[in-house]
């Protein structure tokens, strides 16, 4: 498995990889400065090197992942599931995606692409999340929620059941989600209510 990104968030999934016996032949990193993590080398990216591997992007932010994955092209897209994490077997787990340690999947839910479920977050029964979507450490998703691509749930917060977040959404830290949020939303406090539009996400044609 090669990681493309070396800071902070690629710390935790070389130890998922590691902990998982899964061997890390390198990393990958637009960062000149940074040479190697944990004893990893840092390469120049190159397709060549990883034909007959795997690769995640190992980078927390969602729209800089986006960006990542857009760049270079067609890869083998692996996954990292730590052992401490609870999947059900009746759940999918969409290729590129990233597992914590704690997390708790139930049966149903569908994780798209490139989803990031972080640190003793709970996603519970039939929910749908789609690509590019981070669910931040202690987030609570109830059963039959669908999050739509490249939304960020922030640390601690909580979705009811039966609710829809839109593309691109922000939630913020500690907040709590009891009415649908549309596309390219911000929101904050408890209950959960709209400040501004999201401009910070790729390839973007909605006005400011």
């Given at each position: 498995?090669?990681?493309?990104?070396?800071?902070?968030?690629?710390?935790?999934?070389?130890?998922?990889?590691?902990?998982?016996?899964?061997?890390?032949?390198?990393?990958?990193?637009?960062?000149?400065?940074?040479?190697?993590?944990?004893?990893?080398?840092?390469?120049?990216?190159?397709?060549?090197?990883?034909?007959?591997?795997?690769?995640?992007?190992?980078?927390?932010?969602?729209?800089?992942?986006?960006?990542?994955?857009?760049?270079?092209?067609?890869?083998?897209?692996?996954?990292?599931?730590?052992?401490?994490?609870?999947?059900?077997?009746?759940?999918?787990?969409?290729?590129?995606?990233?597992?914590?340690?704690?997390?708790?999947?139930?049966?149903?839910?569908i994780l798209g692409n490139h989803v990031i479920i972080n640190t003793n977050a709970a996603v519970d029964h039939d929910c749908f999340l789609e690509d590019f979507v981070h669910i931040s450490p202690g987030c609570s998703i109830s059963g039959n929620v669908n999050i739509g691509e490249g939304s960020h749930v922030g640390t601690g917060a909580s979705v009811i059941q039966n609710i829809r977040i839109g593309k691109w959404c922000i939630i913020g830290a500690g907040c709590v989600i009891i009415r649908d949020v549309p596309d390219f939303s911000v929101v904050v406090g408890n209950p959960g209510r709209i400040i501004k539009k999201n401009n910070c996400y790729p390839n973007?044609?909605?006005?400011?």
């Open positions: 498995m090669y990681l493309y990104g070396s800071s902070g968030h690629g710390k935790v999934v070389i130890e998922i990889l590691e902990n998982s016996g899964i061997s890390i032949e390198g990393l990958f990193d637009d960062n000149p400065d940074i040479s190697s993590l944990f004893g990893y080398k840092c390469l120049i990216f190159d397709q060549y090197l990883i034909l007959n591997s795997e690769l995640i992007v190992s980078i927390g932010d969602n729209v800089t992942g986006k960006l990542v994955v857009d760049k270079i092209g067609s890869v083998n897209f692996g996954v990292a599931i730590d052992v401490s994490s609870s999947i059900s077997r009746r759940s999918v787990i969409g290729k590129g995606s990233v597992i914590m340690p704690g997390v708790s999947v139930n049966s149903g839910t973007s044609n909605i006005d400011s």
